[in-house]
């Protein structure tokens, strides 16, 4: 588990990430969203080690990731790079030995990499004989090699075509289920709600938004539903809106009104109902809403805004 | 999981391989010896049957007496230069073969212009003014068409012989007149040997005295700047492809930073090693030949002024390719190093004449400089017998094995963060703030 405790950074007098929280569980895939910014790399590169936190405490496993028995975590930044000059097998099993990695097991899992990600018949061609395509995922195999046990993967889906980003989530899928955690930091909300369990969101270094995705998403649903129904439904107690929308009726109930109660007005009127399905707003617009409102960004407070702080601010 | 030793050898492994596979690297192993002694032997060939050619063309000399002091000397007469003596041990042993006796004519005018004129038509090569007030001012004139930058080479020899031969002529017998001739020839120049003892001084061994001491130190500041070049040229490189960030993940920046200078050091002292063992192995029989040996002990000091001051001028370098923003811009802020670490050789006569002069000893104290200078000083005492002091040597090296630490600890920390820093140098203000980040 990824233990992250009010962790703090300071740079220039300006606070970059400010008392930050949460966890990552073993085999969970989380991510982790703001906007250009916000301070993830900064928050990233703290859990990698490679930055140190002016407070707070980041553990892996129980150990501190700053300690002398460092975690096996591998991070795929968003701009990366690869050896050019080297051909694929050695730019890649240097990768393997540097995470610990014997050289004929780096050689070994190389091998499995690249047959898995498609790139076996080039094994000993440059890497910058590779396209873009190819090196993309030479990297994503780079971050994978050696089983790491903590995986930190900035934008990994940019620049793969549909194919590839298919490649990709099964990989991502797989190594879940081997135990990998997996923090996924992207910009693709689509791809958030499709493979991430839970996400923490953070705007100029303050956490806004931490919670399972589709909690997440319920809380900032407002009370309405789309309704597909054969007929035209009528005046319903608890309505307050009533708009056809692509052969549907999208309904906005009022504040105290149960669903329920309006599902049972509608097939009362004699109406058959076909579906009624809560409207859940995409991440993508609570994304934009959170941003643009500014919630959570007070000063001194600690943890990310509650749930009427943010319907205070008009975040629905 | 391998331990971090482990991870410093896997690192300067890879970067030492790929380094000398390059073949910019090999190219400059074999090309730049290659072209050292081709070039040397083809120039010195040349030079050699040039001025072989000269001395062995009959001379046809035009003379514009003025004084009429050698109104009766003969015109023509054949000029033999003198033995010179031998340095190549190889040409040691075989026999001398006696020195080319060179025909030369001279021809009376009775006016510079007309003698001017036949030169201009190329009926002679020489026109020789004796003027009318030589006896009292000595004052001669040489005209020559000659395109040559220097003309030092050029051998007056035949003409000084002959005007001195027929000044003297009927005042002495010939036996003074060839003393007189070659007054100079025979004398032997006796200098204290390393030991103390009186021993004559030898030409081949004084040019040893500079060869060896200049060859030495500008290996030794090679192999520095080498090892130097090549870390900032890596760690440039992988700045600008942002590999680094991914690898900081595995490694420590301590282990990838020792792993880069063990390797890439390694590859600019196999460099330069080479060159200093097939320098030593061509010109062992030379040095044998001229009693010069290459004490153990330089060695072994060059080593250490290499190590320290390899990690002194590596740290620097490093950060200089951490903290900018491509190779280009690395590279001008390298060469002022460069500068820095061969500037002991703009002094090098007062180190090699002068090894413990206040200029040698203080150049050899201050780090930057240390390691240049201290080894064209124990270089030019190998050759010559003068003692370094050894308090010198241990402050120095010491002096210069701190700074590397102190380098080494700035650099590795300027290296963390300003790997960090994509597209722009900062300036110094910044830097400072990288280096009170924890």
Redesign the interface.
């Known amino acids: 588990m990824l233990q992250v405790r009010n962790v703090r950074k300071v740079y ?1 007098g300006r606070t970059v990430v400010n008392d930050v929280n949460f966890e990552v569980a073993a085999g969970e895939i989380f991510a982790l969203l703001g906007p250009n910014g916000a301070g993830k790399t900064t928050l990233i ?1 703290m859990i ?5 936190p ?1 407070g707070g405490t980041i553990a892996f496993g129980g150990k501190s990731v700053a300690g002398p028995q ?1 975690p ?6 968003e ?6 000059k ?1 051909p694929v097998m050695d730019a890649l099993a ?2 393997g ?4 990695l014997s050289h004929a097991d780096a050689r070994r899992e190389a091998i499995e990499l690249l047959e898995e990600f498609g790139l076996a018949a080039w094994t000993k061609k440059q890497v910058a004989a590779l396209s873009k395509g190819m090196q993309q995922k030479l ?1 994503l195999c ?2 994978l090699i ?1 089983r790491p046990e903590l995986l ?1 993967l900035d934008e990994p889906f940019t620049g793969l075509d549909p194919i590839n980003v298919q490649l990709l989530e099964d990989v991502l899928r797989r190594r879940r289920g081997e135990g990998t955690t997996v923090l996924l930091s992207t910009h693709q909300m689509n791809k958030v709600e499709e493979q991430c369990d839970r996400a923490l969101m953070i705007n100029r270094g303050h956490m806004v938004l931490y919670g399972a995705v589709g909690e997440i998403r319920r809380q900032h649903a407002a009370n309405e539903f789309l309704l597909t129904a054969d007929g035209t439904p009528r005046n319903v107690a608890g309505v307050k809106t009533l708009v056809a929308e692509n052969g549907h009726w999208r309904m906005a109930l009022e504040k105290a009104a149960h669903p329920a109660s309006v599902l049972r007005g509608l097939l009362d009127q004699g109406l058959a109902v076909r579906a009624f399905v809560p409207v859940v707003p995409p991440l993508e617009d609570i994304f934009v809403q959170v941003v643009q409102t500014g919630v959570g960004l007070d000063q001194g407070r600690s943890g990310p805004p509650t749930l009427d702080e943010l319907h205070a601010a008009g975040v629905r | ?2 331990r971090p030793t482990n ?1 410093v050898l ?2 300067a492994r ?1 970067e030492y391989l ?1 380094t000398v596979r390059r073949k910019a690297f090999v190219f400059t192993l074999l090309l730049t010896p290659a072209i050292f002694f081709f070039g040397g032997i083809v120039s010195t060939r040349l030079q050699i049957n040039q001025a072989l050619a000269k001395l062995n063309e009959t001379r046809i000399v035009a003379v514009v007496d003025s004084s009429g002091l050698y109104a009766g000397a003969p015109l023509t007469f054949g000029y033999t230069p003198p033995v010179e003596p031998i340095f190549d041990p190889r040409q040691a042993n075989k026999p001398v073969a006696a020195p080319k006796t060179v025909p030369v004519f001279m021809r009376r005018y009775t006016d510079q212009k007309t003698a001017l004129d036949s030169l201009e038509a190329g009926n002679v090569k020489t026109v020789l003014v004796v003027s009318s007030d030589f006896l009292s001012s000595g004052r001669l004139r040489v005209y020559e068409k000659d395109t040559r930058a220097f003309t030092s080479s050029t051998d007056y020899r035949p003409l000084t012989n002959w005007l001195s031969r027929n000044l003297l002529s009927g005042l002495t017998d010939s036996l003074r007149m060839e003393r007189t001739l070659w007054m100079g020839r025979s004398l032997d120049y006796y200098t204290k040997d390393r030991d103390g003892r009186w021993a004559i001084k030898d030409d081949a061994k004084e040019m040893a005295g500079f060869l060896l001491p200049f060859a030495i130190a500008f290996m030794l500041a090679m192999a520095i700047i080498s090892g130097g070049q090549y870390l900032l040229q890596g760690v440039s490189e992988e700045k ?4 680094l ?8 920046p301590t282990e990838l930073l020792a792993g880069k200078m063990l390797g890439l050091g390694g590859a600019g002292l196999t460099l330069v090693g080479t060159w200093i063992l097939a320098g030593l192995y061509s010109s062992a029989s030379v040095l044998s030949f001229i009693h010069v040996s290459v004490p153990a002990s330089l060695l072994a000091y060059g080593l250490l002024y290499f190590l320290c001051g390899y990690i002194f001028y590596a740290s620097i370098m490093m950060s200089v390719g951490a903290l900018t923003s491509n190779l280009r811009e690395a590279t001008q802020f390298s060469g002022y190093l460069t500068i820095l670490n061969v500037c002991p050789f703009w002094a090098m006569v007062v180190f090699i004449n002068t090894p413990n002069s206040p200029l040698a000893v203080a150049m050899s104290l201050f780090p930057p400089t240390a390691a240049t200078s201290m080894m064209l000083r124990l270089s030019a005492s190998a050759v010559s017998g003068a003692v370094i002091p050894p308090w010198q040597i241990a402050t120095s090296l010491a002096l210069l094995a701190g700074s590397g630490v102190v380098t080494l600890m700035l650099g590795s920390k300027l290296f ?2 300003g790997m ?1 820093l ?1 597209g722009k140098t900062p300036n110094l203000p910044e830097i400072m ?1 990288i280096l009170r ?2």
Request: with cysteine; hydrophobic share 35%.
């Open positions: 220039d590169r990698t080690d490679i930055v140190r002016d460092r096996r975590m591998a991070y795929l930044p701009e990366r790079g690869l050896y050019k080297v240097y990768f030995e540097l995470k610990g990297q780079s971050a050696g930190i | 999981m391998s991870k896997i690192i890879r790929t600008e492809s942002r590999i960030e991914s690898m900081l993940c595995s490694v420590t963390r963060l960090l994509y703030r980040q924890p």
